[in-house]
């Protein structure tokens, strides 16, 4: 029988990437997780983790975590800060403070010094800078400068929002703002562009600081990219996986095979696409909100003339032109694009005129249907669009296994 190592997970969310390390037999001893409803659907799913709720920049929640681990050692910490100062999509304010949520987690691999960790992020983090972790005098102001100029564009920003949305009777003082915002802007991204060609005086990748971070603790690290649908995930979702192992820890850092790939070619499988992966569902019987013994395939009411966009609407395509992902009609026989909440805007179906159910959601995440989540189904579908793909989180952890064993 393999030995049985105790894993800690932060920023832990619904559990999608604690599943795979669970399925391999890892003790989950703690996790964390900041929200109560999204903690008691991983407590519902991990019976025997102890799940501490709260804010893991408090020391008193640091401290609760520690305490689980005074008479056992904590052979893996796993876990991804929250992404959205790293995010694709929106500003990427690098001052946001939470784009340093990395800061807690490393603190935590400092305290318990486990032979390894694994920290997900977006891809968005590969392009992310931030500040160097030491700046002279001067470099400080230039930095300073920087990100006034950064808030000042984003209020720029905000304010021709707000005045797109006001009534446009074409009057004097409208006209006057507009073209006011306009040259606000301009000369605002003109400074940050002049600026931004020195940037390297004061910032450096964000990804280069957590690397360096950890290897001053003494680490060995590597980062790469990963695409879940190669891993056998109906999704194609890419994200960023750190893995360290102690300097003390002689194996190798290996990342996971790809067994999948698009064309099915060298001894790889073909992609799952969303058509393998949801199609038994299109025709059952949806389940009641409240319904404990069904398997949440939860139906959306929607207008008519919602139901008539739709209708209209092709597959690889939005049923709003605008919006990119909002509302997108999947392509049968491929993986999906990447699972978000959207603001309930969630994938439309690919053939049915309707948006897909929570379950089917979950089957592109890759969670079995026995994975019970809580909460309303708008709350299942923000932990749904946070989740790592279990798929891809199973191959991960027989990876960090192997080096273990």
């Not at 079995?368 to 798929?391: E, H, M, R, W, Y």
Request: charged share 30%; net charge positive.
């Amino acid at each position: 029988m393999d030995p049985q190592f105790n894993c800690l997970e932060l920023f832990a969310g619904c559990g999608g990437l604690g599943y795979g390390f669970h399925k391999h037999g890892f003790n989950i001893e703690v996790c964390n997780e900041l929200e109560q409803p999204i903690a008691d659907t991983y407590k519902a799913n991990f019976i025997r983790t102890n799940v501490i709720v709260g804010d893991i920049t408090k020391d008193e929640i640091k401290q609760s975590i520690y305490q689980h681990f005074t008479d056992k050692d904590c052979d893996v910490i796993i876990g991804g800060p929250p992404c959205v100062a790293y995010s694709m999509s929106g500003q990427r304010n690098s001052r946001d403070p939470r784009g340093q949520l990395f800061r807690d987690y490393v603190d935590t691999v400092k305290h318990l010094k486990p032979k390894v960790f694994v920290m997900e992020n977006v891809k968005g983090i590969l392009t992310m800078m931030h500040d160097k972790p030491v700046l002279t005098k001067d470099e400080q102001i230039i930095a300073d400068k920087y990100y006034q100029l950064e808030q000042k564009k984003i209020d720029i920003l905000a304010k021709k929002k707000n005045l797109s949305s006001k009534d446009k009777d074409m009057n004097d003082n409208y006209l006057s703002e507009v073209e006011q915002n306009k040259t606000d802007l301009k000369l605002v991204l003109s400074q940050l562009k002049t600026l931004e060609k020195n940037s390297s005086l004061f910032r450096m990748n964000v990804t280069d600081i957590i690397k360096n971070t950890f290897i001053e603790l003494g680490y060995k690290v590597e980062m790469k990219l990963l695409n879940s649908a190669n891993y056998g995930v109906p999704q194609k979702r890419e994200r960023v996986i750190f893995i360290g192992v102690r300097n003390d820890i002689s194996k190798d850092i290996v990342y996971p095979t790809e067994t999948h790939s698009k064309e099915g070619i060298q001894g790889t499988l073909k992609w799952v696409s969303v058509k393998d992966a949801i199609d038994d569902l299109k025709d059952r019987k949806g389940d009641n909100s409240n319904n404990t013994e069904g398997i949440q395939h939860i139906y959306t009411c929607h207008s008519s003339e919602f139901i008539a966009k739709i209708k209209k609407t092709p597959q690889g395509k939005s049923v709003n032109p605008k919006y990119t992902e909002a509302f997108f009609r999947c392509k049968q026989d491929e993986p999906s694009n990447t699972v978000k909440e959207n603001h309930g805007g969630v994938f439309i179906h690919y053939e049915k005129d309707r948006v897909m159910t929570p379950r089917e959601l979950a089957r592109l995440q890759s969670f079995p249907d026995d994975f019970k989540f809580k909460g309303t189904k708008s709350k299942i579908l923000v932990q749904l669009g946070n989740a790592v793909p279990c798929g891809l989180s199973f191959a991960i952890a027989q990876e960090i296994k192997n080096i273990l064993l």
